[in-house]
């Protein structure tokens, strides 16, 4: 059984739909007794840093993620769940969990590609370099594309946990693994097909690793 | 670098599209989301659903279209028409669309942008313009109108004005339709797509009169749009989004592959 956080950030349902459509059974809850029950964790959201953290505090769900990433269940953080797993966030100047050491940054106004200014957030179908052989980043092709809605991009202090490059302007890091944690900046669950791919890559496996 | 967007748009009424679609197949569809579902594996990159049903009962149909919408296609999705209120986007959202777009409503109620902006995050609202070409006044100094209600009502409203204050309330995206173009399949209206698109940090989805793939081109390049609506060209079996997209890629547009 797979759990979904439900910790009030956005639409958590849109997920559940991706994995009801590759059969793979689910829950969505707050409760932490149940998802400790769950053999997965999966960690969206949609929102801003400083409301999801008080969010996770109020129901304890901060010092569950931590342990569950320290007891090597699988976790994936998916959108704002791949921001507030690093140490801090430029977004409401928020302290995040500090799993991952890093901070979470806000595109720089004057970011520019080829032809001129880029809009901000970062919309739209991107592509995803990735350069490691990981589990779950396994099978998807090098010119797969992936969905993306976000004005904050993370920095991680040490770059040896990217798991994923993309540019929008400048080079960021659109995905992470470290342990049984992978976290994606893009919404993999509206990323058609290579979406689907990843998350049915995450539900085998079995949250072990090595480069 | 992002894709520029390829964006079916398919109008609902009832639950049932307005005008079957013909496919390559010859198969007359109905159904939205079986059209959802073809454009979907086409490669479409969104897809916007246009509800103008006006009728409660017919909007707690749409309500199920969504759903089922949902259940089977795995990339983003925005519902428009008639929606004016928080409960009713909270009901589209829920039943799994990305985004809300608002057009009309939003011209006599501009506050339900920046309401539904802190209530769902500003990716979820799109700010529909519906757009004419008008004498410049004082009043209209960009020369450019905003109309409602279908295009049949004047406001007076400068549209680059109203662009801006858009995306000042809080708007993630404007999906800009021409009038003037509408219907006509002689392209874009590439001077208004390019001055809005430009004078916004918001991306811009270009709307009205695409043809051909040219048109799609054009707008994309000149009109600097960052997505394309394409209606009847698809529609009516001339094109395939595959077609299209293939011809835009010969022509060193960056857009998505189906992988």
């Known amino acids: 059984m797979i759990g979904i956080v439900d910790y009030k950030a956005g639409n958590l349902t849109s997920v559940a739909r991706a994995l009801a459509f590759l059969n793979e059974p689910c829950v969505v809850t707050d409760d932490c007794k149940i998802l400790d029950r769950a053999s997965h964790i999966i960690f969206p959201g949609v929102g801003a840093a400083g409301t999801a953290m008080a969010n996770l505090r109020e129901k304890g769900l901060d010092d569950h993620l931590r342990l569950w990433v320290q007891n090597n269940k699988p976790v994936l953080g998916i959108c704002l769940g791949s921001q507030v797993i690093f140490d801090s966030s430029e977004e409401d100047d928020t302290a995040c969990l500090g799993i991952v050491p890093g901070v979470v940054k806000r595109f720089p106004p004057d970011v520019r590609g080829e032809d001129g200014p880029l809009k901000i957030p970062h919309m739209g179908w991107n592509s995803v370099d990735f350069p490691r052989r990981h589990p779950v980043f396994a099978d998807i092709s090098r010119d797969a594309e992936f969905y993306f809605v976000h004005s904050y991009y993370t920095a991680p202090d040490d770059e040896s946990v990217v798991a994923g490059w993309t540019d929008y302007g400048m080079r960021f890091c659109s995905a992470v693994a470290r342990g049984s944690l992978v976290a994606v900046q893009f919404h993999l669950e509206k990323s058609g097909r290579p979406g689907l791919t990843l998350l049915t890559n995450f539900c085998r496996w079995r949250g072990d690793y090595a480069e | 670098m992002l894709s ?35 454009y979907y594996e086409q490669g479409a990159d969104e897809i916007v659903f246009y509800d103008i049903t006006a009728s409660s009962e017919g909007r707690a149909i749409m309500l199920d279209v969504v759903k089922r919408v949902a259940e089977t296609i795995f990339i983003p999705f925005s519902v428009g028409g008639g929606i004016k209120t928080l409960e009713e986007m909270r009901q589209v959202i829920l039943a799994g669309a990305e985004k809300i777009s608002l057009n009309s409503w939003a011209v006599k109620n501009p ?3 920046s309401e539904g902006a802190r209530a769902f995050g500003n990716q979820c609202i799109v700010l529909g313009m519906d757009v004419r070409e008008a004498p410049v006044t004082r009043q209209i100094p960009s020369g450019y109108e ?10 007076a409203l400068d549209a680059l004005w109203w662009a801006q204050e858009g995306e000042r309330l809080g708007a993630g995206e404007i999906c800009l339709n021409s009038i003037d173009a509408d219907g006509t399949q002689n392209g874009y209206e590439l001077t208004l797509t390019e001055m809005i698109s430009t004078h916004v940090g918001i991306p811009v989805i270009a709307s009205g009169g695409a043809g051909t793939p040219d048109h799609l081109l054009d707008v994309l390049t000149k009109g600097r749009a960052d997505a394309a609506l ?17 011809f835009l890629s010969e022509h060193s547009v960056k857009v998505r592959g189906l992988w």
């Open chain 2, 4 to 38: 520029k967007r390829i964006i079916p748009c398919l109008d609902v009424r009832d639950g049932r599209l307005t005008k079957g679609i013909k496919f390559k197949e010859n198969i007359d569809i109905g159904d939205p989301v079986e059209a959802a579902r073809t």
């Open chain 2, 146 to 155: 905003i109309v409602i209600n279908g295009g049949r009502t004047p406001t």
């Open chain 2, 111 to 113: 506050e339900i942008i």
């Open chain 2, 230 to 246: 394409i209606a009847s060209m698809v529609h009516y079996q001339r094109y395939t989004i595959s077609e299209i997209k293939g």
